[in-house]
């Protein structure tokens, strides 16, 4: 079933990027086979099973191709691909790009109410899932899912262990003849994936990218963080299937030729180990994935291998982090602003940490190659000048094409020519700095008093009895919600929420911002997609009311 999305943005917007160069104009198995050719041997990938090479995954991934072609596989179409990071993630990537359809990816972990809701909307035709990951048995609950999604005719399974009856093996399409495959030549502007967001409506966003944004725009924000112009060596600390992970295959390895280092599953002590082993330029993860590496002993004995960034998305970055992760890692660390709706800006490698102002670390300046940001007012969607706060919204060479299956997102998120509103609130200052200083729906309402959760965290974090904080907001019959600040201590000693608001107190946080509510937590969930879970922790506060607010000492306030 062909996927066709329409595009939100101007076609001589999109036709003036690729004749500036920047954009390539190329699909995205055109710009990987181009870097294949250019050095045969140069490895690809690095995970569990070793070293894989360009030539020897170019041939894998035709030999996929084949096999999915031979299911009835066409160009346009959407299939689903749900596998941890490893070379069956990047072969499924580039076989779907060869067959000029769309790819679907999310991560292995993720339930199948989730699963069933992105193939419906998507009316994805097949689905290549794991057959076993952490207990998980991916391809059996997709099978299950199938007589209720009339689009799905196949699903894939992935070894190791027998394909459950009714799926096909991928073991048997890996051993297709791919003598006569001829890889399509979609145009590089129609989609290539489908980012997945867990956003906060009901149902997961899905936002449709094209070849150009994700080569080009996506493209050209790592470009900016090589500064020798080598194919980089990139460490993935989340999913491949994430937004942040979209930087993996199609610009790590089809944009700049370079290596991808994958874990199957994130852990401190596994992420410690491949940069030593591996030596990556490249490290890119969330900032709580960061603080559990830099609790680890083998963080602070012999040195590890400076890489050229660190470069910490995916949720708000703190000084104290920044700092005790530049000194570990002996790297510049990089704070990336992003989000899979079609933003990006960072701070760059000019300096050893990112830089702060008064509303914490500051999100870079903008790379019009990237996208563009300007500050808009969040009704009327008027310019703002510098200085001034607002929505922050973006476009430019990365901004995707649309919302999948969502007309209503449409109209909600992106404006009449084709910007895309974030939902953050922040400023440009003289400088051209970006400022991120909340969200206009990630609040907590205290009395009709509007937190942001963000800013508490940033200063809590800064505790010296504070490991890791998320703080979320929970229901309350007097005041509608309370700020419950949900803690990793550091050391043996547990702060109090008395010990937590005379720090913020003396931070210069006003009383009505303090949190209510304390849960202490030995480390904090993360979502598949590797990102703190605050829906996971705001469960644990209502499962658990009498511990949050009474198992510490001055853990329960009165308003």
């Not at 999109?14 to 710009?31: E, F, M, N, Q």
């Not at 800006?345 to 300046?365: K, W």
């Not at 009395?447 to 890791?468: M, T, W």
Request: hydrophobic residues 40%.
């Amino acid at each position: 079933m062909t996927f066709s999305p329409h595009d939100l943005l101007p076609a001589e917007l999109r036709r003036s990027w690729v004749a500036d160069g920047t954009c390539p104009g190329l699909d995205l198995y055109s710009l990987f086979r181009a870097r294949q050719i250019a050095d045969l041997h140069h490895t690809a990938v690095l995970d569990a099973k070793g070293k894989l090479c360009y030539t020897a995954l170019d041939r894998k991934v035709r030999c996929l191709a084949t096999g999915l072609r031979d299911l009835g596989v066409r160009e346009g179409d959407v299939v689903g691909v749900q596998l941890p990071d490893n070379r069956n993630a990047v072969i499924a990537d580039l076989a779907l790009a060869a067959l000029g359809a769309v790819a679907l990816p999310f991560p292995a972990g993720r339930g199948p109410l989730e699963a069933e809701s992105l193939l419906r909307r998507a009316e994805a035709v097949a689905v290549i899932a794991a057959i076993e990951y952490r207990g998980s048995h991916h391809a059996a609950d997709l099978h299950a899912l199938s007589p209720g999604l009339p689009a799905l005719r196949d699903v894939v399974a992935v070894g190791p262990g027998t394909a459950p009856e009714g799926t096909t093996a991928w073991s048997d399409l890996m051993r297709a003849d791919a003598g006569d495959f001829v890889p399509a030549r979609p145009d590089p502007d129609s989609a290539a994936r489908i980012l997945v967001s867990s956003g906060s409506e009901a149902e997961p966003k899905m936002i449709a990218y094209s070849h150009n944004a994700l080569a080009g725009g996506r493209g050209n924000f790592l470009a900016s963080l090589i500064p020798d112009g080598k194919p980089p060596r990139c460490l993935f600390l989340v999913p491949l299937a994430s937004a942040f992970g979209s930087n993996g295959t199609a610009v790590t390895l089809a944009r700049h030729g370079g290596t991808l280092v994958l874990l199957d599953h994130f852990s401190p002590e596994a992420a410690l180990a491949a940069m030593r082993e591996h030596e990556p330029t490249h490290v890119l993860g969330v900032p709580t994935a960061v603080r559990m590496m830099l609790e680890r002993p083998a963080a602070e004995s012999e040195p590890l291998p400076p890489p050229t960034a660190l470069v910490l998305g995916g949720a708000p970055l703190d000084e104290t982090t920044a700092l005790a992760a530049a000194e570990v890692f002996g790297c510049p660390v990089v704070n990336l602003y992003g989000s899979a709706d079609g933003v990006n800006c960072h701070t760059g490698l000019g300096g050893t940490v990112p830089p702060t102002s008064a509303s914490g670390v500051v999100a870079g300046r903008p790379d019009p190659r990237v996208a563009e940001i300007r500050i808009a007012a969040p009704v009327t969607h008027e310019h703002l000048p510098d200085g001034q706060i607002g929505e922050i919204v973006s476009r430019g060479p990365m901004t995707p094409l649309c919302y999948v299956a969502a007309p209503d997102l449409d109209a909600l998120y992106r404006t009449p020519d084709g910007w895309v509103r974030t939902g953050d609130l922040g400023y440009l200052d003289a400088d051209g700095v970006l400022h991120v200083v909340g969200r206009l729906k990630d609040i907590v309402i205290r009395g009709g008093a509007n937190i942001s959760p963000a800013e508490v965290e940033r200063e809590l974090r800064s505790h010296p009895q504070v490991r890791d904080v998320v703080c979320v907001g929970v229901p309350d019959p007097l005041m509608g919600e309370r700020l419950a600040a949900c803690v990793v201590a550091r050391g043996p000693g547990v702060p109090t929420l008395d010990i937590l608001g005379e720090h913020l107190t003396a931070r210069g946080l006003e009383r009505r911002k303090h949190p209510e509510r304390l849960l202490v937590v030995e480390s904090v969930p993360l979502t598949p997609a590797g990102k703190p879970d605050r829906a996971a922790l705001k469960e644990r506060l209502a499962e658990s009311p009498r511990q949050a607010q009474h198992g510490v000492p001055g853990a329960h306030r009165t308003p």
